[in-house]
């Protein structure tokens, strides 16, 4: 009987240790944490923490154009689910995101936020004057996957174009503005409605690089 038992009881601790775990339990060796960020992704009433991290290895530490030391480490994201216990891992994703520190041209490189909408993770990049992009993802079998896609160029005050896309409905709104004289404010936009072909949704675990998914394919 006690032979019996044994193999229960272990399976029974290792199952809880497995859920007993803290933020912490889930940086991988050579990585720091950037910024932490909380909200409900997986529609349970916990708040679920989002890591985003960054490689620690100085031969990635520089010397950009100006003259200046930078630290050009890729950054990746780690979503962790809340239980009653801990933390379970979601997705990871160690090197999806170039460095804050990447050259930027003409202005600052996009800032990289996390938001949080209607149990959506959305990754959100911010460049100023220039425009922003999003990417939004919902968890579902077992993966967060991309859904939609949306993004702004501008000039200063003055919107240029918008795009939208979702990817569950296969539907792409562009939006142009056709007021040359436009000061802010007084755009008018010529909408275009647009079918996309989409044959899997993309697996935030999958992403290479942020920086090199080819909007112009979708």
């Known amino acids: 009987m006690l032979l019996r038992i044994l193999p229960l009881l272990l399976l029974m601790t290792v199952g809880c240790n ?6 912490s339990d889930f940086i991988p060796k050579g990585y720091t944490v950037l910024k932490k ?4 992704l997986n529609n349970d009433g916990l708040e679920d923490c989002v890591l985003i991290i960054k490689k620690i290895d100085e031969r990635n530490v520089v010397t950009n154009r100006f003259g200046e030391t930078v630290d050009r480490n890729k950054r990746g994201i780690i979503v962790l689910f809340k239980n009653q216990t801990g933390y379970e891992l979601a997705v990871k994703n160690y090197d999806c995101f170039l460095s804050e520190n990447e050259d930027g041209g003409v202005y600052y490189p996009a800032e990289l936020w996390i938001k949080f909408l209607k ?4 990754v959100h990049f911010a460049h100023g004057r220039y425009g922003f992009w999003n990417y939004t993802f919902r968890f579902q079998d077992s993966h967060f996957k991309l859904i939609g896609y949306d993004s702004g160029s501008h000039r ?3 919107v240029n174009s918008e795009t939208s896309i979702n990817f569950l409905t296969k539907k792409k709104l562009f939006r142009e503005n056709t007021n040359g004289d436009a000061e802010g404010g007084d755009e008018v936009f ?3 409605w647009t079918t996309i072909e989409v044959e899997n949704l993309i ?6 690089s942020f920086a090199a998914l080819d909007k112009h394919d979708f």
């Open 119 to 122: 149990g959506n993770l959305i």
């Open 156 to 158: 200063g005050p003055i």
């Open 18 to 23: 497995a859920q007993n775990k803290e933020q």
């Open 37 to 40: 960020h909380f909200g409900d």
């Open 190 to 192: 010529k909408e275009t």
């Open 203 to 208: 697996k935030l675990s999958e992403i290479k």
